[in-house]
């Protein structure tokens, strides 16, 4: 089986793209998001997805966790809204990543589980995968994928439930949290 590397954002969101993608790819999970904030949430997701890879059967590899990085690349898009400028950036650095870490490993396919959330667009998430594996050698590709398409996001909530997964009510980021508490 092709090998795949597939990034991970949270536990909740991946049972159905991990699933899927089980039965075409022999898959290596990447968690790589400097975003989530603040770092005892990021723990938090860690574990979980760690929890996960257990469950699955497959190797996990965390990135490094770099909130001031993040923080200084987004300055200036603090009040852009979801799916605005900051979050086309927030994505493509996390693709950029995996594509560097898929580079590495000699692993020639990446994707992402991203899509498959109603509060994030695919032709983004897909445009930002492109790119990243442009940015690398010519046999790296990036696997397209709208998860949400065909129930994913309540397939993946169904699973997560029935795994004990606790689904976050903001997207990861300082900002999205301030707007989760503005919003009541
Ligand atoms: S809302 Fe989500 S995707 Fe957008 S910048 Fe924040 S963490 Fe990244």
């Keep these: ?12 969101c991946a049972p159905y793209p991990l699933r899927e993608l089980k039965k075409e790819f022999n898959l290596t999970l990447y968690f790589y998001n400097p975003n989530i904030h603040p770092k005892k949430e990021y723990l938090f997701r860690l574990t979980e997805v760690k929890k996960l890879a257990k469950i699955e059967n497959l190797p996990l590899i965390e990135g490094e966790y770099e909130p001031e990085k993040w923080l200084e690349m ?38 992402a589980v991203l899509s498959v959330s109603p509060h994030k667009d695919a032709v983004m998430i897909n445009s930002a995968g492109k790119k990243a594996a442009d940015g690398q050698s010519a046999e790296i590709t990036f696997y ?30 300082t900002h999205s949290l301030a707007s989760r508490k503005t919003a009541g």
């Design 1 to 12: 089986m092709e090998k795949l590397l597939l990034h991970l954002c949270c536990a909740p």
């Design 74 to 111: 987004t300055k200036g898009l603090e009040n852009e809204p979801e799916k605005g400028k900051r979050c086309e950036l927030c994505v493509s650095e996390r693709m950029e990543s995996t594509a560097k870490k898929a580079a590495e490993l000699k692993i020639y396919r990446f994707g």
């Design 144 to 173: 397209e994928a709208n998860f949400k398409k065909k129930e994913g996001f309540k397939i993946s909530s169904q699973i997560s439930g029935e795994l004990g997964f606790k689904r976050q009510n903001y997207c990861g980021c």
